[in-house]
């Protein structure tokens, strides 16, 4: 923003014309903040919209008698998740060093 403002300074623009065209700057960084802003609470609305669904899910499944609410069982199945979630998330990375490992052997 400072380079503008001297771009402005040099042609000779002083006081109100370098202060508008700070407003103006600020505006267009304001907007853009927004817009992610914006998209940033979508994804979180949309996160929390699954969290109530899944404890909605899980809240019938113990009333039901389907689940047992044990805890040290639950961590067991959310890290055995977690780890399989990693490792299906990375596997393109590794097919794609092991491919470049290869070409430069």
């Excluded at 047992?68 to 097919?95: K, L, Q, W, Y």
């Amino acid at each position: 923003m400072s380079a503008i403002i001297e771009v402005l300074r040099m042609i000779g623009l002083k006081g109100s014309a370098v202060a508008a065209a700070s407003c103006i700057l600020i505006a267009f960084y304001l907007l853009r903040a927004k817009r992610i802003g914006s998209q940033a609470a979508a994804m979180s609305a949309a996160v929390v919209a699954y969290v109530v669904a899944s404890l909605t899910v899980l809240a019938v499944a113990i009333a039901l008698g389907w689940a047992d609410p044990n805890p040290g069982v639950a961590f067991d199945h959310v890290r055995e998740g977690v780890s399989v979630a990693i490792e299906r998330g990375t596997e393109p990375a590794r097919r794609a060093f092991r491919w470049v490992v290869e070409a430069v052997s």
